[in-house]
């Protein structure tokens, strides 16, 4: 049974940093696309940043480019999402995802999901 587990986010100011982390059970993590979505009050749920099982590929969307970072520990199967000078409009719940076929970074494209940890960042 895939199971995702989201932990590390909270309440932070702005320019300060989190690290969120995904504890993956049920499947082996680089055998899976997997990723970190963004869902804000009022707005659809966004890509992050995923990484592609095909090839190692990694993708961010352009408004976290240079500030977060995506990386992942086979031994202990979890995936991190490292986040650094967060902005106010980086508040959101956090999911992390995972599919067995990898397209793209598109929420409607992935098959397993955590709850979702809570990120709120102020001003």
């Known amino acids: 049974q895939v199971q995702l587990v989201e932990s590390g986010g909270g309440l932070v100011q702005s320019g300060g940093s989190l690290r969120l982390s995904c504890a993956a059970s049920?499947?082996?993590?680089?055998?899976?696309?997997i990723g970190w979505f963004r869902q804000a009050p009022g707005k659809e749920r966004e890509g992050v940043s995923c990484?592609?099982?095909?090839?190692?590929?990694?993708y961010y969307a352009e408004s976290v480019k240079g500030r977060f970072t995506i990386s992942g520990d086979n031994a202990k199967n979890t995936l991190y999402l490292q986040m650094n000078s967060l902005k106010p409009e980086d508040t959101a719940v956090y999911y992390c995802?995972?599919?067995?076929?990898?397209?793209?970074?598109?929420?409607?494209?992935?098959?397993?999901w955590g709850e979702g940890t809570l990120v709120t960042v102020s001003s």
């Open positions: 990484i592609s099982d095909n090839d190692g590929s990694i």
């Open positions: 049920g499947f082996t993590l680089d055998h899976y696309g």
């Open positions: 995802a995972a599919v067995r076929t990898y397209r793209h970074c598109d929420y409607e494209g992935m098959e397993f």
